[in-house]
C-alpha cells in the first residue's frame, strides 16, 4: 500500500442521461425509463396502420355483398417491460411508482421514436409478478378508444387579407386523415356576420345581409328663443329690418325683452314706442333665419313653427301681431291678429296660405284667447302641401298643392302701432319662439351584434361556437358544416361584413392525426 490514497479529484462534466430505447414510453409528460432506474422499455406494438371493420349486406344469389359503411376499431397498444431491482422490497416500491403513473385514465402517451406525436389510453391490463420476486419481464396494455395519434403541438394559421375584404387561411394537414380546425375570430370593429368556406363546404355564423346604419327620417329642433335670446344668440342670424313679405308695413322701431308683465311670467319679445306720424302701420319685428340642419340642408319643406302670444289691450289701443314664414321674399304662410277701431276690444285673426285666406273674430281683453290669463299657442305646421295653422282655438289648414316642395327660408314676427292718433296694446309679445324641421333624412348607426373586443371561437371538434367564452348556437346560420381540413393543402376563405371596416383577425388552430 502505498503512503498516499489516489483521489481523482477532476470534476465530472459528462451528465448527460443515458439515451432513452427507440421505443420508450412517455405518460402524461414523464418517461418511465427516466422515472424509474429499475425499468426498461423492451418494445411495442399496436401503433400499426389499421384496418376497417367493414359492415356489409348480401346482393342477389352470386356474386359477394353490398357495403354498408365501414369505420376504424378502437386500437389496442402493447408495451414490453422489464422491471428488475436489486432487492423486493426496492422492487415493490417501484412496482407500485410504475403504477401511480400508468393507472390514471385516458393519459397522453408519447413514444420516443414519435415524440411529436400521442395517443390517448388507459391501462386495461398489466403482467403481475411472482410473489416475493425483485423482477419481472411482461406487457402493459393500453386500450386506445379512439385508435388515432394526434401532433402534440397543434398548427397554427393567421389569415391573410385579400383585396376583396375577405382572408385566406392557407392550413397544411401533414396527417394522414382529415383533422378538425378551430378558429379565433377577434372583431375589430362592428361586425354583423362571419363564414368560413373550403371552397366545397361552408360554415356561417351571424345574418350575412345585417347592415351597418341605415338612412332615417327623424324631426330636428333647430332653434327656441324667449325674449333675451333675441339679442344674445350669435349662432343665429336674426334681423331688425327684413320685411320680406310684410311691406305692407313700416319698421318705426325696435324690439326689446321683458319679463315684468304681471300674471303673464316669462321672458317676452315685445316692442319698444310704435308711433309712426306718417300713418299707416308702423312696426318693429325680429326676422329669424332658418339655420341648416344636421346634414347642412337649408330650408324646410316641412316644419313647424310655434310660440305663445300675449295680445291684450282696451280701447282706444290698436295694434297688430303677425307670425309669419318666408320662402325667399315671398310670405308663404302667416297668423295675423289685429285690431284698429278706437272704440272696441273687437279684434279678427286673419290666417293665410298659399294665396287663401281665413279669418275668424275675437277680442283683446284679459280674458280673451291672447289675454295674459291666457297661454295662447300660436302653430304654423306645414307637411307637405298641407297648412296647418292655429291661433289659440282657432284653427285651420290650407291644401297648397303649388307649396308642396317649397322651403321657408325665415321666419319673422311683427308687432305694430295704427298711426300716431291711437295708443300701443297694453301687452304685446311672443315667447318659446321655436321651429322644428322635419323629415330630416340622416345616416343612422345601428349597433351590430358582434361588437369591438368581441371573440368568437368555433370549435371544430365539439361543433360549438362560442362568444365571449359563452355558447351561442343562435348565431349558426342554418345548413352551415363544421368541415375539417383535408389531407394535404387547405383554402379556407374567411368572410365578414363587408361595411365592417377593421374587419376580423383570425386564427386557424388544427391538430393533425394519423391512423
Known amino acids: 500500500m502505498s503512503m498516499y490514497d489516489f483521489h481523482d479529484t477532476t470534476i465530472a462534466t459528462d451528465l448527460t442521461p443515458e439515451p432513452l430505447p427507440a421505443e420508450a414510453l412517455q405518460i402524461n409528460g414523464v418517461w418511465l425509463d427516466r422515472l424509474l432506474p429499475e425499468f426498461r422499455t423492451l418494445y411495442v406494438s399496436g401503433r400499426e396502420l389499421l384496418p376497417r371493420n367493414l359492415t356489409t349486406q348480401q346482393m342477389g344469389a352470386l356474386y359477394g355483398s353490398s357495403p354498408l359503411y365501414s369505420r376504424f376499431p378502437e386500437r389496442t397498444i402493447t408495451v414490453g417491460f422489464a422491471l428488475l431491482a436489486d432487492s423486493p422490497e426496492r422492487f415493490r416500491e417501484a412496482f407500485n411508482e410504475l403504477q401511480r403513473h400508468t393507472h390514471e385514465e385516458a393519459a397522453r402517451l408519447v413514444f420516443n421514436d414519435e415524440a411529436d406525436k400521442y395517443f390517448t389510453g388507459t391501462l386495461t391490463a398489466i403482467t403481475q409478478p411472482e410473489p416475493g420476486s425483485d423482477r419481472v419481464v411482461g406487457e402493459m ?145 325680429k326676422t329669424v333665419t332658418i339655420p341648416p340642419d344636421s346634414q347642412s340642408e337649408t330650408g324646410a319643406a316641412n316644419f313647424e313653427l310655434s310660440c305663445v302670444g300675449i295680445f291684450e289691450g282696451t280701447a282706444p289701443k290698436t295694434g297688430v301681431m303677425r307670425v309669419s314664414v318666408t320662402a325667399g321674399s315671398t310670405m308663404l304662410a302667416y297668423v295675423h291678429i289685429v285690431t284698429n277701431v278706437r272704440t272696441s276690444t273687437n279684434a279678427t285673426v286673419y290666417m293665410g296660405a298659399g294665396g287663401q285666406r281665413k279669418q275668424f273674430a275675437t277680442n283683446t281683453l284679459y280674458e280673451g284667447p291672447s289675454g295674459r290669463g291666457k297661454n295662447c299657442r300660436i302653430i304654423i305646421r306645414k307637411s307637405g302641401s298641407a297648412i296647418y295653422i292655429a291661433y289659440g282655438p282657432f284653427s285651420t289648414t290650407f291644401e297648397v298643392p303649388s307649396i308642396a316642395t317649397t322651403k321657408v327660408t325665415k321666419a319673422t314676427v311683427c308687432f305694430g302701432q295704427w298711426h300716431a292718433l291711437t295708443e300701443q296694446m297694453s301687452f304685446m309679445g311672443i315667447r318659446d319662439f321655436s321651429f322644428r324641421k322635419d323629415y330630416v333624412e340622416r345616416y343612422v348607426d345601428i349597433p351590430n351584434r358582434y361588437q369591438p373586443g368581441d371573440l368568437m371561437e368555433v370549435n371544430g371538434s365539439e361543433g360549438r361556437m362560442y362568444l365571449n367564452g359563452q355558447p351561442d348556437a343562435d348565431d349558426e346560420i342554418i345548413g352551415s358544416e363544421y368541415f375539417p381540413a383535408q389531407p394535404g393543402m387547405n383554402q379556407i376563405t374567411v368572410t365578414n361584413s363587408l361595411w365592417a371596416d377593421q374587419g376580423v383577425t383570425v386564427k386557424a388552430i388544427m391538430r393533425e392525426a394519423w391512423l
Not at 382572408?167 to 382529415?178: A, D, E, R, T
Request: with cysteine; aromatic share 12%.
Open 141 to 285: 396494455i393500453f386500450t386506445c378508444p379512439d385508435p388515432r395519434k394526434r401532433a402534440l403541438y397543434p398548427v397554427e394559421v393567421y389569415g391573410e387579407l385579400y383585396e376583396s375584404g375577405s382572408q385566406v387561411l392557407q392550413l397544411y394537414n401533414s396527417g394522414n386523415i382529415p383533422a378538425p380546425v378551430t378558429y379565433e375570430v377577434l372583431m375589430n370593429s362592428e361586425n354583423g356576420f362571419v363564414g368560413f368556406s373550403d371552397g366545397a363546404k361552408s360554415l356561417q355564423f351571424g345574418y350575412a345581409d345585417e347592415v351597418d346604419g341605415g338612412m332615417v327620417e327623424e324631426s330636428e329642433a333647430l332653434f327656441t328663443l324667449n325674449g333675451a335670446d333675441f339679442f344674445n344668440n350669435s349662432q343665429l342670424t336674426i334681423s331688425d329690418t327684413d320685411l320680406a313679405g310684410n311691406s305692407d308695413f313700416t319698421q318705426v322701431a325696435t324690439c326689446t325683452h321683458t319679463t315684468d308683465w304681471s300674471l303673464a311670467p316669462g321672458d317676452w319679445l315685445a316692442p319698444r314706442s310704435l308711433i309712426n306720424n306718417s300713418g299707416g302701420w308702423g312696426v318693429a319685428l
